[in-house]
């Protein structure tokens, strides 16, 4: 029977912080002999995952297992990336068929097919984060990788996800745009970027106040309104009907904490009769002539009431 120190002692605690896969290598290094490791194969108490690398039989074929076996099989300087990198950030993507990983150029490791392999000159070590203990490639880099795979749609969810979530900010993505310009997919993502763009918020105010104008509906831009505490500055307020029609472009509304900041904002003005009402970049460019009819009945709603 084996005692700890011993060769499966030593493997054992090596495969178990490595989610059951190891090398023929690290069996050899543990103290097992080539015919050891060999006759373990053949009886099926281990399994081959690819050319050197194994997994004890009594282990899971789970994804976390593959990408282990990928990473191993693959050398030290690769990385889980794209689709791999996404779900071990917890982004909304589904879970990969394939093991995504990255390695530098040019190096070109043979593979099995259930790998997904891309090669890049632009890895450098400060764009590698340890997740579980596995290196992946930091959440900006990973959202310009996608956007070749994804839809505008599906884009805009994952980067406004990561921002929400503060893995990244819209300026490291803005500065992966830069690196990796001309990749496919990169102008779409140039695109949604621009609409999280801090100062996007500003156009998207004018477009707001170009729109009610232009409809006859009169409001007041930048009203302040006496509350305890201190003011609060409305971005457009109806004050007869006390009701202040809010700009939210995603730069300044997105984190939790900024989330929180609005409402206790919106609660202050309540307090004195204020209605908050809040539109979004959907509500003004995509939904405009829903949108000024929002404006008009709540008005009219809140004017009534009065």
Do not use: K
């Not at 150029?105 to 392999?117: A, F, G, K, M, T």
């Not at 505008?152 to 929400?164: F, I, S, W």
């Not at 809040?278 to 004017?303: C, E, H, K, M, S």
């Amino acid at each position: 029977m084996r005692i700890d120190g011993t060769p499966d002692a030593v493997l054992g605690e090596l495969a178990r912080r490595h989610g059951g896969v190891f090398t023929r290598a690290d069996a050899l290094a543990a103290g097992l002999s080539t015919v050891e490791v060999r006759r373990r194969v053949r009886t099926g108490m281990w399994l081959a995952e690819s050319r050197g690398v194994l997994r004890a039989a009594t282990t899971p074929d789970t994804i976390d297992a593959r990408e282990r076996a990928a990473l191993a099989r693959a050398g030290t300087d690769a990385v889980l990336s794209h689709f791999s990198a996404a779900r071990r950030w917890r982004l909304g993507v589904p879970d990969p068929a394939q093991t995504w990983l990255t390695v530098p150029y040019p190096r070109h490791p043979r593979l099995p097919s259930s790998v997904r392999l891309t090669r890049s000159r632009h890895v450098p070590d400060s764009a590698v984060r340890r997740v579980d203990g596995l290196p992946l490639l930091e959440p900006a880099r990973t959202i310009v990788d996608l956007a070749r795979f994804l839809d505008e749609r599906q884009l805009t969810a994952l980067a406004l996800q990561a921002m929400q979530r503060e893995l990244c900010t819209h300026d490291e993505i803005g500065a992966w745009l830069v690196r990796l310009a001309g990749r496919a997919g990169i102008a779409m993502l140039r695109a949604v970027m621009r609409e999280a763009d801090p100062g996007f918020e500003s156009i998207l105010a004018a477009e707001f106040g170009h729109l009610t104008t232009n409809a006859g509906v009169v409001l007041v831009p930048r009203f302040r309104v006496a509350v305890p505490g201190g003011d609060v500055l409305c971005d457009f307020a109806d004050p007869a009907g006390r009701i202040d029609f809010e700009v939210d472009g995603f730069a300044y509304h997105s984190t939790p904490r900024q989330v929180a900041n609005d409402r206790a904002r919106d609660r202050r003005l309540s307090r004195v009769g204020w209605l908050t009402v809040r539109y979004g970049t959907n509500d003004i460019r995509r939904r405009p002539t829903d949108t000024l009819a929002d404006v008009v009945r709540q008005i009219a709603q809140r004017r009534g009431a009065a």
